[in-house]
């Protein structure tokens, strides 16, 4: 493959993942990104730094709840100086380390926004240009702020800057109630804001299974200020220093003022301004880039992944594409089929999924049993003090094979790789149940949820399975 010159278009974890695994195979690789740092918005801008946040937000609630146990920490004093250097010295030690990674593969690294010229050729800030045999694009998304809040800037910020914390808002409003808006406002309220939420529809998280959203939507209720379900933001205006925001309910309006606005109602791929005219690659109605199922687009030279391919939008998603599209190219029978994607809200408590969820089981009428295993009746979860999760199961009856697994509790995200895997390899709810888990800990949660359905459970009551 040394003749076959390979360029990536983007620098975050889909592209630089392609750019590693293709030079591994032996392809001449130049990587373009419009920053000298790699890592893209996921460790710049996005999930590095603020699942740093969310790790200090989760310490502060530690600190207070010790109460509980005896223990007073105080009042926590935070210099958001000191908070900051932090947050940013563990995205530069990574981006550093991802730079010398680059190196020792010999990837030609070149700064500066790639336009394409036509097929098989790219210009680099309307300078230099690159001629290449294939292109993978993978430059990502940008948060969405609709037009009716562009004029409002110095109340108004999307998650970039939020990210930033140039200071901590006595009030704040945070438009959207979904990942990113319950996240940020987690860390923001923990570090001292008053934040009311805001989300057009009657549930938070909406695309997200209910039993995994209701513990935390009950404990956000009680965290924040406000929360208004079924609620639209119509305007924002500003005046000294403060934002007046109208909100529309079902039957009434009325205008509350804040000190800062965080809008996080979604985000779009950056598949403008990168010259996609000039190629054969086609676009749906959304700026979605259109793929087969091994990233390959309706242009025979350039392929895409990660965000600008299509939901669901993850870091994870893009770095397994990264390596389906450059086997791909080497004609391995690889494609994204039937692939278990697992999705994390990183909010406290947390919640993760994998797989079939229950409404999806019902919209496509497939029969299927639900088992639940409440952490109310788990040991670990009692000595945590966090007994308000659970974990689900949906099972396919006659074959017990697990379809999805779905938890909600602290830690939620470091638990679900096991249902990844279970769903991966077919096992059946008598393999999660024979499985010997470690005591007590969290994980015993996975295996009980799966003697619930047996009727085999030892610390919940259910009658023996027929």
């Not at 989760?58 to 223990?71: D, H, M, N, P, V």
């Not at 000595?383 to 396919?396: A, D, F, P, V």
């Not at 015993?444 to 023996?464: C, N, Q, W």
Request: hydrophobic share 40%.
């Amino acid at each position: 493959m040394s003749n076959v010159h390979l360029v990536v278009l983007g620098a975050g974890p889909g592209g630089y993942s392609a750019a590693f695994y293709a030079a591994d195979q032996g392809y001449k690789v130049t990587l373009v990104d419009t920053t000298d740092k790699l890592g893209g918005v996921c460790l710049h801008r996005g999930c590095i730094p603020s699942k740093a946040l969310l790790h200090v937000s989760g310490l502060i609630a530690k600190i207070r709840q010790a109460k509980e146990f005896g223990i007073d920490f105080g009042t926590p004093h935070i210099d958001l100086k000191i908070l900051n250097e932090w947050k940013e010295g563990i995205v530069s030690n990574i981006s550093d380390g991802l730079g010398h990674l680059c190196k020792q593969r010999g990837i030609t690294y070149v700064t500066g926004r790639g336009v394409f010229v036509n097929s098989n050729t790219i210009k680099i800030s309307g300078s230099q240009s690159i001629v290449f045999d294939r292109c993978v694009i993978a430059t990502g998304s940008r948060p969405v702020v609709p037009d009716q809040f562009v004029d409002s800037k110095s109340v108004v910020m999307d998650s970039t800057e939020a990210l930033s914390l140039s200071s901590i808002p006595e009030k704040l409003l945070v438009v959207g109630g979904g990942y990113i808006g319950l996240e940020m406002g987690t860390v923001y309220s923990a570090l001292g804001s008053r934040v009311t939420l805001v989300e057009v529809k009657d549930g938070l998280l909406p695309e997200v299974d209910r039993d995994l959203v209701r513990p935390l939507q009950e404990k956000l209720f009680n965290e924040f200020e406000s929360v208004y379900l079924g609620t639209e933001v119509v305007s924002i205006r500003e005046s000294g220093k403060l934002g007046y925001v109208t909100l529309a309910f079902v039957d009434e309006s009325k205008e509350e003022t804040f000190d800062r606005v965080l809008i996080s109602v979604g985000r779009r791929p950056n598949t403008d301004e990168i010259g996609i005219e000039n190629t054969k690659v086609k676009l749906d109605s959304n700026g979605f880039v259109k793929v087969d199922l091994k990233g390959q687009t309706s242009d025979s030279a350039i392929l895409a992944i990660g965000d600008i391919s299509g939901e669901p939008m993850l870091a994870h998603k893009a770095s397994h594409e990264a390596r389906i599209a450059i086997d791909g190219l080497k004609a391995k029978g690889i494609a994204f089929k039937d692939t278990v994607i697992p999705a994390v809200v990183f909010t406290d408590p947390e919640i993760a999924w994998c797989g079939l969820t229950e409404s999806e089981a019902k919209k496509k009428s497939l029969k299927f049993e639900v088992a639940k295993f409440p952490w109310r009746a788990s040991g670990r979860a009692h000595t945590l003090g966090r007994t308000e999760g659970s974990t689900k199961l949906i099972l396919q009856p006659e074959s017990k094979r697990v379809l999805g697994v779905g938890i909600v509790g602290y830690g939620a995200g470091e638990l679900i790789a096991e249902g990844v895997l279970a769903i991966n390899m077919g096992a059946k709810a008598d393999d999660l149940s024979h499985c010997i888990h470690p005591h007590p800990t969290l994980s015993e949660t996975i295996m009980e949820s799966a003697d619930v359905f047996l009727g085999t459970a030892t610390h919940i009551y259910k009658r023996p399975r027929k």
